[in-house]
């Protein structure tokens, strides 16, 4: 191994500082990757598996509650013992776990496989951010950090055609072999170039909130298994009993973080009234989001009769105007305050997914199918970035990171528990998705559902979210972050952005 620089010296531009970014976005853009190839490859995984749609939303859930239960977990794990080291053990069970997906021989294995590599996910997605911040000179963090979301997002904008000619070519399980390749070039590079940082005092700051993380995972775990199973079982025992457990540990959860010296979700920051909105817009968004993507990849696959690479290029128009477009309107609502952005921004997805209702049997891409996904697109560019820039506004420098990170864990938690429960009250049967009637019929009741629950954002962030936010506090005021991820493709959370501190000043990686 060599480490030829100093942690927090390395320049961006030199052969060693292209070495980590380039590892910084190998890691990022597997999990990237992954989130946009794997829905489109459930129709298929259903017909192979002989799968009802339960299985469906456990193979795009089992992932996400893993993710967004001990994502915060994992950049702390981090500052501890090693940001290279933890995101390299990330890399590998990463890539382990996708190995088990592919080779999954049933739907029991699939699914305990997806949980597994969520939790690869939560350590080398805080990991990926934490080495560019820690590694690069402060005058480079910010480029650094802006290359590697930029980046990150054409890894996003790619996913849609590779996951859909390996689906329509090789088969499903390519999808996830995918990850074992850009895994062997990920590790040996990150142990050859990047030199190993962490936290001084992270044992003082960073306590390990083990019994937080694992009671938010089981809360979750309970509320979506209910929602999951309801459809097909009604209200019967099996499911009432793990709803009532997962609302039970739920208050243990809060309970315990209340509780604690070093909590994983400190409840103090939730008294910080603008964060609290701007995470209550954030899980209305995201909701929608997660449930629309979910379910319009089957409906153009089911219904309209999609292959795999149509689908998935079909929706590349939301990606393409966010890679485009996302850096301008984070200077729009610098300029004009988010107020508006937040406002505006999900009333536009909600009109794009109601006009996505018009998308059924024998329509047309042009005149039905892109109308309403660049209105959508449209929508998501707009808010996106003022989001981001709001959360990080809304605390004060040295907790710009873990206000980040929870943002983006609310949104993952809010695409969770929607992909589970939106089938279950838009009346989608477990065997809905082998219908195209029948499907299509639930698609229409879900849209309505989602653009109602962006309104409901909408109304927040207009009646919370204040024009001037975003403009220079008081000089007696606590330093304020702007965010340094201008480009953001993925759909299922906010960027995790540390932001920058003003001034010139030097700042820790990430608090997760």
């Keep these: 191994m060599s480490e030829p620089s100093e942690p927090g010296g390395v320049r961006l531009a030199s052969a060693q500082g292209r070495w980590v970014l380039a590892t910084a976005v190998l890691g990022s853009g597997m999990a990237m990757l992954d989130s946009t190839v794997v829905n489109i490859a459930l129709p298929r995984i259903g017909t192979d598996l002989n799968a009802d749609l339960a299985v469906l939303q456990w193979t795009v859930t089992a992932y996400m509650l893993t993710l967004s239960a001990l994502i915060l977990l994992g950049g702390a794990l981090g500052d501890r013992y090693g940001r290279r080291r933890i995101f390299v053990i990330g890399v590998v069970w990463f890539a382990a776990a996708s190995l088990l997906c592919g080779m999954a021989p049933n739907a029991g294995v699939l699914i305990a496989a997806r949980a597994l590599q969520g939790v690869g996910g939560a350590l080398l997605t805080p990991g990926s951010l934490a080495l560019i911040q820690a590694v690069f000179r402060p005058g480079d963090r910010a480029r650094g950090v802006g290359a590697w979301s930029g980046l990150g997002g054409v890894a996003a904008a ?7 000619w390996l689906v329509d070519g090789p088969g499903w399980r390519w999808v996830f072999f995918l990850n074992v390749p850009l895994a062997a070039v990920c590790v040996p590079v990150a142990l050859r170039h990047v030199p190993e940082t962490r936290e001084r005092d992270a044992g003082r700051r960073h306590g390990f909130d083990v019994p937080g993380a694992v009671l938010g995972a089981l809360a979750l775990a309970g509320v979506t298994y209910a ?10 025992p099996g499911v009432i009993v793990p709803a009532v457990a997962g609302v039970l540990l739920g208050v243990g959860f809060v309970c315990v973080e209340r509780r604690r010296t070093d909590p994983m979700l400190p409840p103090a920051i939730f008294r910080i009234r603008l964060f609290s909105a701007i995470n209550a817009v954030t899980v209305c968004v995201y909701a929608a989001f997660s449930g629309f993507f979910f379910l319009a990849v089957l409906q153009l696959q089911v219904v309209v009769g999609y292959s795999a690479l149509q689908a998935g290029t079909a929706l590349l128009p939301t990606t393409v105007l966010m890679l485009l477009l996302s850096a301008r309107s984070g200077e729009l609502g610098q300029r004009i305050g988010p107020r508006i952005p937040l406002t505006v921004g999900p009333v536009l997805c909600a009109a794009g997914m109601l006009l996505m209702m018009r998308v059924g049997q024998g329509a047309s891409y042009f005149a039905d199918v892109l109308p309403a996904l660049v209105v959508l697109g449209a929508g998501m560019v707009t808010l996106v970035a003022p989001l981001t820039s709001t959360v990080l506004a809304s605390v004060d420098v040295d907790r710009a990171g873990l206000a980040s990170g929870i943002n983006n864990a609310a949104a993952r938690a ?12 838009a009346g989608v049967g477990p065997e ?3 219908s195209a009637d029948e499907f299509a019929a639930g ?3 879900a849209m309505t559902l989602c653009a109602g629950i962006l309104l409901i954002g909408a109304v927040i962030a207009w009646l919370t979210v204040r024009t001037n936010v975003l403009r220079a506090v008081e000089p007696a005021a606590p330093e304020r972050c702007h965010p340094e991820c201008v480009y953001h ?12 501190v003003q001034g010139g000043g030097e700042r820790r990686g990430p608090e997760m």
């Design 158 to 164: 790619v996913g849609p055609f590779i996951g859909g």
């Design 227 to 236: 929602l999951i199973a309801a459809p097909g079982r009604g209200v019967a």
């Design 414 to 425: 809010a695409g969770l528990v929607a992909v589970a429960a939106l089938p279950l009250l």
């Design 432 to 434: 809905a998705y082998r």
């Design 443 to 445: 698609f229409r009741r």
């Design 489 to 500: 493709c993925g759909v299922s959370a906010p960027p995790l952005d540390p932001g920058e």
